[in-house]
């Protein structure tokens, strides 16, 4: 009875997930180039509540060339619907929309 008590606690303490999804409007553009993340090279990178955080999951070039002078994220900061969470430090992206 006392190992089905303990599985049973080890398995609510697993299915329960301490992550909070974050749903929000953000800055989006180069770590590097805009937001002075130190880094190799030009990665993707949003800002929301005044601090910024590298992107895993969408690269700097997925929404076009990073340094096109007019929306190249190295070039200009934009704005998009970010949803994700947050791990060590970096924002793990399932979704960003860019606005117009």
Do not use: P, W
């Not at 606690?9 to 299915?15: C, D, E, L, N, S």
């Not at 910024?52 to 997925?62: K, R």
């Amino acid at each position: 009875m006392k190992k089905i008590f303990l599985l049973s606690i080890f398995m609510i303490a697993f299915a329960c997930d301490n992550k909070k999804e974050i749903k929000q409007t953000a800055e989006i553009s180069c770590g590097q180039c805009q937001f002075n993340l130190v880094g190799d090279g030009c990665d993707l990178a949003v800002r929301f509540n005044n601090k910024a955080y590298f992107v895993d999951g969408f690269g700097i070039d997925d929404f076009g060339d990073a340094h096109d002078k007019q929306t190249g994220f190295c070039e200009v900061i934009r704005f998009g619907e970010v949803k994700g969470y947050l791990k060590d430090d970096k924002f793990l992206a399932s979704d960003i929309k860019l606005l117009k």
